[in-house]
């Protein structure tokens, strides 16, 4: 089981002992596919050096043979890795692969973000504190980075964009557009002009739900979408049947007195 080179999530050159079990595992991830339970990081007290197998408290290098554990250690979520630029978030309570100055911590989203997002993002407060709705992994402790949403949502950017890649463009959660579609929303009104609905139905109406500005509208109807009145997104759904509108009947022409 031991290795110089560490596993497949990260490279270092000594093995956990785990708190739970007391088996020995390169990492936390490795333990967790192997049992049947999970390991505390923060409650590791040992490490076996990989090298010369001594048993030691975890530190940074080997106390019997100087072997390097790790270029980057975290004596708080004793993470030994390849030096990725990593920063120990002590609100997250986590490390996070930086650089720290390129990311900042939004106490209310309970997240570290990309700096470009302080001013630029919507709050959900503990956001972080959830699955992923995509692959339903833990967003919070995830070591991909997280994608946030016009409407404040998370999922991994993987995640978001495999999901982009099948041709779906709403937040699994809300429904909410998750790009700027205003440019396709545009073409959706050049492919209606161009599409006119038969004679039977060119006239009927339909009520509409909009997933981008919660707007309640009667628009009319078309195959290819309805479009919102309030905000011209065509991300809406039916909320009801057809309504015709039916000629109104003619009054009776007046007939000649005999």
Known sequence: MATSVGCEHYVRNC???????????????????AEDHQMDRFLVKEVQCSVCNTVQQPQQTCQEC??????????????????????????CGICRIGPSEKYFHCDKCNLCLAADLKTNHKCVENVSRQDCPVCMEDMHTSRIGAHVLPCGHLLHRTCFDAMFQTGAYRCPLCMHSALDMKHYWKQMDNDIAQTPMPTEYQDATVKIICNDCQNHCTVPFHVLGMKCSGCGSYNTAQDGGLIQQHEQPQEPEPQPEP
């Open 66 to 91: 100087k072997v390097i554990f790790g270029e980057y250690y975290c004596n708080i979520c004793h993470l030994f890795d390849k030096d990725k630029n990593q920063y120990h978030c002590q609100p």
């Open 15 to 33: 093995l956990l002992k785990a708190p739970c079990c007391d088996k020995v595992y390169i990492c936390r991830l490795c333990h967790d596919a």
